[in-house]
C-alpha cells in the first residue's frame, strides 16, 4: 500500500474539536487505500505556555531540561489523535520521537536529525495502524537524552520521516492554502501558487515567508521528495514544492519580506584581512546566523562592516559584536527599523532585466535602497520597515503576480 | 554520602512559586551532606486536566494511550523542578520513569514495579547532582511501552527506588503533617501519630485513611525500609511508618473511615458450593478489589452474598454481578449509603475487649451493625454513611486518643 505522511501544525490540533477533524480527514485518507503515518505539533499555545513556566523557575534554564519540559507538549497531542482515531473505530497508535526512531545530535533545543530508522513504525503499519509520530523530538542514540529540534522541527520531521518510508510525497497541513504570490494580508490580489521549485522555496523561507522553513525544503530537495503545502480546513489542492523538469520556470514567483531582523553596523573597523573573519567566526561560534553582510571602505582606509540579526539573537550578537568592536577600536550601532524585501524566481538568473524593474519600482516609491544582497534566484533590498508594505505591494504588481508567476521575460 | 529520596505530590509541586520552595527544601537537605533522589506528582489538576481532554475525544480511550498522555504531567514538573534546582545553583537533572529504570509489567493504567534498575540514576548522583525522577510511570522492558502506575504510584516509585539504592529511609512530602489517629477534620482533638507499624499503616491505608496507599506500605515492608510521612509546608517531623521492635504495641492506633464504597447483596442464592467462587472469580478477572464479604444462609436454604466495591468499579462490577446473578437466578441489589468504621491496632490481637468496646460505643449512639470483618489487629463495621462522623468521634474517645495511641489494656 502506498504511504502517505502527513504533518498537522499546532493550529491544526489546537483543541478537542479540532483533533476530532484532523481525525476525521486521517480516516478519509485511509479509506482511499493509504497507509497513514501522522506527525503532529503541540496543541495551540502549548508550547509557549511551558516556556513560560520555565521563566517562572529559572532566568537561565538547562537547554536539556528544557528539552524534557517541551517534548512533552507534542507527546500530548499524538495520544489526543491516537484516541480520536481508536474513537472512530481506526486503529493508532502513537510514538515520541525517541520510539519513532528519530535519531539526532546532541545539540539540546536545535538537534539535527541524523537518521530515522522507524523500526516501530514500519511495524505497526504493516499492522494495520495509523502511525501518530510526535514531531519537533529525537532522541541522541549516544547519550540517550531527549532532544528537540527548534523551529521547523515537526515539518522537518515528517518530511525525513516521509523520505524513510519511501513515500511518494508529504502532506503540511496548515492554516493557510498554500505558499502565496506575497502575504495575502500585504497584497490582497496575491496568487496561490500550484508549484514551486525547491530552490526558490528555499529562497521564500530564507527571506521570510512563513509556510515552510528551510530545513525540511533542504531535506525534500536532498531525497527529492514533493512536499504539498495544503490547509487542514478544506480539501482543495495547495502548493506543490517540487522539482519539475518540464516546467517552465518562472521569472519571478514570489515576492517575501522580513521584519524580523536587526541591522548592526560597526564603522572605522581597520582595513586589514582577517577583521571580518574574527567578527563573523566569534558570531558563527554562538550559532548566530548572520544575514546580508555588506562591507564599505572609507575615505580615511577604515572600513564599515554591516550586516543583519534576527532579532531573538540581537541580545548575544550585540555582546559580542561589541566585545570585537572594543578591541579594534571600532563602534557598533544597532539599527531596529530595517526590513528586507526580496523577489524570488528560478529563471531570473537567465533574465538581466529583473534586478532593474526592482530597484526602478521602490525608487517610483521614493523608498531608499539601504543593503542589497542577492543569489542567482534571488534580489533582496534592505529598506525602512514601515516602507515594507508598500514596496512588497507594488513590486507584486509590477512583475504582475496578480495573474500568477511571472513567465514572461523581463524588461532588459 | 548518604543518600535520601523525597517524593513530592501534586499539591506540593502546584505551581512554579511551590515548586522553588521544594527546591530550596531540597537545597538544604543537600547542604546537609546528603545525595538526594526526589520522584514528582504532576503539578495540581494536570492529571485531571489531560484525563478531561481525553474524555473529550473519546468516550473509551485506548489505555496505552492514555497512558502515553498522562506520563507527560510528571515529566512537565520534573523538569521544571530541575531548571529550579540548576537557577539555585544546585546542579540537577530530571529522569522520566523509562530513563531511571523503572520496570513494571505491561497492565497499563495500573503497571506494577517489576525491578527498579537506576543505573543513569545512580550515575548522576555520582557525578554530584540531585536525580528528579517521574513519579507515577515506567516501561514495560518487553514491549518497551510507557506505562503508569494508576493510584498511589508516585509514592511506590518512591519507596521503590528508595530500597533499590540502599537509602535509610524515604521522605513523602504531602499537604497533611503525617498521620493522624483519625480525620482532623472530623475529630479535631486528633493526635498526629509519631510512629507507626507497617501491618498498622496497612490496615489504616486499606479501611480509608488517604495519607499512604497500600502499595508503598508494602513495598516498605518487604525492604523494611522506614517510610517518613511529613509535610512540605514546614519542617516539623511527621509520622515515621516502620517496625520498632522495642515499642510497646498500641493497642488502637487510629480510626479509619471510608464513604468511597458501594455495597451489593445478590439474593437467593443456591447454596451450593462453587457459588462464590464463580462470582468473585468473574470480580477478580475484571480487576475489581472487593471488600468485607459477608455470606448468610436464608431459612429456605439459599443464601445471601453481600460484599463491598469501590465506586469508581461500582459499573463494571455491577454489570458483572447482574450476569452471573441471572446465571443463578438471583436478585443484585445495590447500596449506595453504607460507610466503613475501622479501628485499627497493632496490640489488639492480645486483648479481647477491643471489639466489646467498638460495638457498645456504636450501639450507645443507635447506630446499626450491618456488617463486620476484622483482621488480627483491625476491626471494621459497616454503618449508614451519614452516622460515619459520629462514630469516629465517639471511637475516638472511647479509646482515649487523644492522649496518643492507646497503650493501655481494653477493657475486658
Redesign the interface.
Known sequence: MPVVVQKYGGTSVAD??R??RV?DRIRETREKGNDVVVVVSAMGHTTDE?LE??A???????R???D??L??GE??S???????L??RGVPA??Y?GS?AGVLTNSMHGEARITKITGE?VRQSLEEGKVVIVAGFQGVDPVT?EITTLGRGGSDATAVALAASLGADHVEIYTDVDGVYTADPRIVPVAQKLDELGFDEMLEMAASGAGVLMTRSVEIGRRYDLPIHVRSSFHDGEGTWVRDSEVMEQAIVSGIAHDRSEVRFTVSGVPNRPGIAARLFGALADARIVVDTIVQNIAHDGTADISFTVPKAAVAEAERITKEVGDELGATVELDHGIGKVSIIGAGMKSQPGVAALMFRTLAGLGIDIEMISTSTIRITCVIRADRIDEAVAALHEAFGLQDGPNRQEGES
Chains 1, 2 share one sequence.
Open positions: 478537542p474539536e483533533i476530532t481525525a511551558l513556566l520555565a517562572q523557575v529559572s532566568d537561565n534554564p538547562p536539556r531540561e528544557l524534557m519540559l517534548s512533552t507527546r500530548i499524538m495520544a489526543l489523535l491516537a484516541m480520536a481508536e474513537a497508535v502513537s515520541t520510539q516501530r540517550k
